[in-house]
Structures are given as structure tokens and as C-alpha cells.
């Protein structure tokens, strides 16, 4: 091995180490990996940002802003409705939700199918009596599935095809991944159907979201104001009010804060009451005993409804600003305008505090009450995913079917070979821009940031593997070591090499890694160089054992009450149902 080769090898693996730790983000290694590489001279310094203009980079920023216009079009108002026809079977109701996720993943970004659907499937799960943890983690599956069936489905495809681009002079057209992309869809749909009674018991059982935030979840605070119903009751008498779930967990009276305040404790006005339940019950303490909800400041007591304003529920996503820090901290109020009325936090975080006290996690489920027009934009920039909404409309009632109107003719432009695919998707956002359908900011908050730098700093990093010979170099000793095996059980190999890569890995990652080491690979052993490379952007796309693999696994974990293990559970058949399938829809595609 030459010094060039030493060198990019032991900073692949210092790269993967870093990755697999998870101490640092996946963005900020990429940006170590790209200044490692430009300090050991593996990349010319003039060279090192030629990842940024690629147009793998822009088509993945430009398909993440039309994702998120299409999403809040309000266009999810009409699928749910569609939904309904489909409350009385379990199976069907799964089939149909998941169908319908796999369909939008294949031209959005998977996450956002996911945040499309989760509200239905929230709303779903009522309406049939079911438990959200039947759906979710099929939903969250099912996005990742669909993402195989285009090039924009998601952006280990895109990125495959520029990786072909660099080989054979030509990229992969729009549907080039839909042959194999069906084949699993479908078996993928049929297994979901019927796979979620694999979910332990205590999971699937668990009640409904407005009847799950029983006792122990909500954290709220009420104030006895002047002519307050409760004035001189004692706890006791209080709690037993509704005769339902409601349980007064603090007392707070002027300097004096009391923990599990004793039930004959007599409650005076002034007197502040942590309480914990449900949102329901909640409001109808409010309605009954003419207390005031405090917000996350104490001076302010807020009426639940008025002209204007919206209460809405959220789930608190991994990449949310509040993470790490309490509402007094994040100033929710005075920055962004909103109150935040309760909170439910994960299990793990669980504690008896103030409401202006309790740091935010990610999972956490919180209520928010602001202005109904601009809370969408809100939820947005604070990092939140609406669960089910109160007085708040999502959708722009008079742009319901142009975001998508404009990713079609996008799409058509792409296909039809009028223009590349990543000028056509541009063109779509400067319309969503010219129209006045996302403003600016919405634009620029609508891109997943840490992934175009991730892409933006490994292209170059992985192109060097190629100017250095080290990837000529590990695909000639596989192909030696190897060199007994029949093309379909090296392709397999790479296939479930990948695959155990992935949940490691971002896999935008894993796709720059493996990629250009089975291209090589094919080449090497004589075989055609598509269904290697089909098979590395199959399995860096289909992490189903781990919910940090993959953006719609996480996204359900808080609001499906999943645990860690739940993944592998009723991931792991499915991940063998993809090799089984597809390694021979590979083979039948894309011959050898």
C-alpha cells in the first residue's frame, strides 16, 4: 500500500469509529473527515467544497423543500378522510395507512411521508379504538420502503446514481428502482399487515394518546384566582372532583413550594396546584372550578380558549432547539409567542418540578397554545411535529393541490428529459417562492442542514479513496477472497454488508463508503456493475433494527411509546424478507 493509500484508510476508519460513537454529530465528523483529508493532502484545498455544488446536494435540498410544502399543503385533510372508510379492520387499516406512506415516500422525503401520516394515523387509532403503537412503527417501515421505488425517493438513490454517473457516463433515470422497489413494497405491505402482532403485548396495549396521558404523564399548573369553585376544599376533595384521572403533585403558596401536599392540605387563592392528567380532564377541572392554566411564566394566567388562539399538541423531534433546556431558558413566550400549558415527559425524565423547570427531551410530548395562523410556523422553527390539532389548521386552505401540482410538473420535466432532474426540482422551488406558496424562511427551515453537510464534506473525502487506488485496492483482495463465490452470493454478501453497516451509519454514509468498493468489486470479478450498486443503495436504505438508523424511526419512538428493542423485533424478519426478495429481483432486473 502506498503512504496515500495508509493515510486515507486510517482516516476512513478514525471516520467510522467517530460515527459509530455517535460522540459527535454525523455533520461534524464529515467537516473533520474534509478537513483531515485536506490537511494530509488527499484532497487539493481547491477542491475540498466541490461536494457542496454537486448536484446530488441540490436535488436532496430542493426534494426537502417541496417535501415539507406538499406536507402542509393540507392535503392530509382529504387522505384522512379516505381513511375512514377503513376503521373496522386492524389489517386492512395497516395495509391501506402504509400503502399509502409507501406511494408519497417514493417523490418526498421519507420523513416527511412519516410527519404527513403520523396525525392520521393518530387520528386512525381513535376513531377504531386502537393503540398508536399498532401503526406507527409499520409507518415509520413502510416510508423507508417506498423510498426504493425512484431516484427521489430517498437520498441513498440519488446518491447511487451519481456514483454510476462517475463510472459509466450516465446517472439512473427516475424509475429505474421501481421493478425491484415494488417487488418489496409488496411483500413488505403484505408482511406489515399482519407482522405488528409481533410488537410485545404492553406496547400494542397501550391506550389511545387522549386516554394514554393518564396520571403520570401531563405535568400542568393551575392558579386559584378570585371566585374560584375551590376556594377552601381540600386536595382531596379537589382530586376526587371528576372522579377520574387527576392528581395535584405540588402546591406552591407564595415563598412556600410543597411537594405531595398532604390531601386535607385546604387550598387558599393565590395558591398555585401541579397537577398531572390528561388534556381533557384538564380542561374540564378549568371549566368546573373557574381556575386559570399558567403558562411557562408565573405571572400570566391563561384562559384555554379565545378568539384567535389555537392549542395544539407535539411531539418534541431530535433535532428540536428546545432539547437541553427548560421554558424559562428557551423563553417560549417572549420569543416565540406561545404558551406551553403541559407536558408530558418521556419515562426516563420523569420528576415533580415546576413546569417552568423541566428540561425538554426529545420524545417529550408538550401542549402549546398561541396563535392559530402563525403556530404551524412555530412548531416549525422550535423543531416540533404536530400530533393531533386543536382550533389549529395545518393546511392553506387555497394552495391544497399546487405544492403538489408543481412536483409533478417537476417530475415530468425530469422524466421527459427536458431538464436535469436537479434544475427541474429548483425550478419547483423558486415556483413554491414565485407563488408566495413557502415563504423564505420556511424554505430554508424545511432542509435537513446536517445532511447536506454530511454529502457536501464526504464526496470529496470518498473521492479520494478513488485518486488514491484505494478502492481498486479493497475490491481486488475482495474479489480474491471472494473469488469462489457465484455472482448472486457476492451480491448477496454486499447486500448484507450493507445492510449491518447502515444502523451504524448515516446512510448517505454508507452509500459514499460502500459504493464505490462494490462498483469495483464487480468490476474485479467480471460482473455488471448496476445490480452491485442497486444492492448497496437497497440495504443503506433499509434500516429496520434500530430507531437511530433512520430519521422515520425516531420520529415514532416518543409518540408509539416504543422501546429500543421493539425495532429488532419486528424489523428483523422484514430484513430478511429484503434479501430473500431481493437479491432475485436484482438478479432479474439487473442481470449479472
Not at 430542493?62 to 376503521?87: E, H, P
Not at 384566582?225 to 372522579?243: F, K, T, Y
Not at 407563488?435 to 454530511?454: C, G, K, N, Q
Amino acid at each position: 500500500m502506498s503512504t496515500d493509500q495508509l493515510l486515507i484508510a486510517g482516516l476512513l476508519l478514525v471516520t467510522v469509529a467517530l460515527f459509530v460513537s455517535e460522540k459527535w454529530r454525523y455533520d461534524l465528523v464529515a467537516m473533520f473527515s474534509l478537513f483531515g483529508a485536506v490537511i494530509l493532502g488527499l484532497v487539493p484545498a481547491d477542491k475540498a467544497f466541490t461536494g457542496f455544488s454537486n448536484p446530488v446536494v441540490i436535488t436532496v435540498a430542493c426534494v426537502l423543500i417541496l417535501s415539507a410544502a406538499v406536507s402542509r399543503s393540507g392535503i392530509i385533510d382529504y387522505v384522512l378522510k379516505f381513511m375512514a372508510r377503513f376503521s373496522e379492520s386492524p389489517h386492512l387499516q395497516i395495509a391501506v395507512l402504509c400503502a399509502g406512506v409507501m406511494f408519497f415516500s417514493a417523490f418526498m422525503n421519507n420523513v416527511g411521508a412519516v410527519a404527513l401520516f403520523l396525525p392520521i394515523a393518530i387520528a386512525v387509532a381513535r376513531a377504531s379504538n386502537r393503540a398508536p403503537s399498532e401503526l406507527l412503527m409499520p409507518l415509520a417501515f413502510s416510508s423507508l420502503l417506498g423510498g426504493l421505488l425512484t431516484l427521489i425517493g430517498t437520498p441513498p438513490n440519488l446518491l447511487i446514481s451519481g456514483i454510476r454517473e462517475n463510472l459509466l457516463g450516465k446517472p439512473y433515470e427516475l424509475f429505474d428502482f421501481a421493478p425491484v422497489g415494488i417487488a418489496l413494497c409488496l411483500g413488505g405491505l403484505a408482511y406489515l399487515a399482519v407482522g405488528w402482532r409481533l410488537l410485545p403485548a404492553d406496547r400494542r396495549g397501550k391506550p389511545l394518546p387522549e386516554n394514554q396521558f393518564a396520571i403520570e404523564d401531563y405535568l400542568a399548573e393551575l392558579k386559584v384566582v378570585e371566585g374560584a369553585s375551590v376556594i377552601g376544599s381540600s386536595i382531596r376533595d379537589i382530586e376526587n372532583l371528576l372522579q377520574t384521572n387527576f392528581s395535584i403533585i405540588g402546591l406552591i403558596r407564595g415563598e412556600v413550594r410543597e411537594a405531595a401536599p398532604s390531601g386535607r392540605r385546604v387550598v387558599r387563592e393565590g395558591d398555585i396546584l401541579i397537577v398531572r392528567s390528561d388534556p381533557q380532564t384538564i380542561k374540564t377541572v378549568v371549566d368546573k372550578t373557574k381556575m386559570n392554566l399558567i403558562g411557562n411564566k408565573d405571572d400570566i394566567d391563561i384562559p384555554l380558549t379565545s378568539e384567535g388562539v389555537g392549542v395544539v399538541e407535539a411531539v418534541v423531534r431530535a433535532e428540536s432547539r428546545l432539547i437541553g433546556f427548560t421554558p424559562r431558558q428557551i423563553r417560549l413566550r417572549s420569543s416565540y409567542g406561545v404558551n406551553l400549558l403541559a407536558l408530558r415527559q418521556t419515562s426516563s425524565h420523569r420528576a415533580v418540578r415546576r413546569l417552568r423547570e423541566v428540561v425538554f427531551h426529545e420524545g417529550d410530548i408538550i401542549i402549546l397554545q398561541g396563535d392559530s395562523e402563525t403556530m404551524s410556523e412555530t412548531l416549525e422553527l422550535l423543531g416540533c411535529l404536530p400530533l393531533a390539532q386543536r382550533n389549529l389548521q395545518l393546511g392553506q386552505r387555497g394552495f391544497v393541490f399546487v405544492p403538489a401540482l408543481i412536483m409533478l410538473a417537476a417530475l415530468v420535466a425530469a422524466i421527459a428529459g427536458w431538464l436535469p432532474i436537479a434544475i427541474a426540482f429548483l425550478g419547483g422551488v423558486v415556483a413554491l417562492g414565485v407563488f408566495r406558496i413557502m415563504r423564505l424562511h420556511e424554505m430554508y427551515a424545511a432542509i435537513d442542514w446536517p445532511v447536506i453537510i454530511l454529502l457536501g464534506a464526504l464526496i470529496p473525502v470518498t473521492g479520494a479513496m478513488e485518486t488514491t487506488g484505494m478502492t481498486d485496492l479493497v475490491s481486488a483482495y475482495l474479489a480474491n477472497v471472494g473469488g469462489h463465490l457465484s455472482g448472486a452470493a457476492l451480491l448477496t454478501l454486499v447486500l448484507v454488508a450493507t445492510l449491518v453497516v447502515t444502523p451504524f451509519l448515516n446512510n448517505a454514509a454508507t452509500v459514499l463508503l460502500m459504493g464505490p468498493i462494490a462498483a469495483g468489486l464487480a468490476i474485479k470479478a467480471g460482473f455488471a456493475v448496476d445490480p452491485f450498486l442497486m444492492a448497496v443503495a437497497l440495504g443503506a436504505s433499509c434500516d429496520f433494527l434500530t430507531p437511530v438508523g433512520h430519521q422515520s424511526n425516531t420520529l415514532v419512538m416518543g409518540p408509539g411509546g416504543y422501546k429500543f428493542t421493539d425495532y429488532a423485533r419486528l424489523g428483523l424478519p422484514l430484513t430478511v424478507m429484503v434479501v430473500v426478495l431481493g437479491v432475485p429481483a436484482l438478479l432479474f432486473v439487473w442481470p449479472l
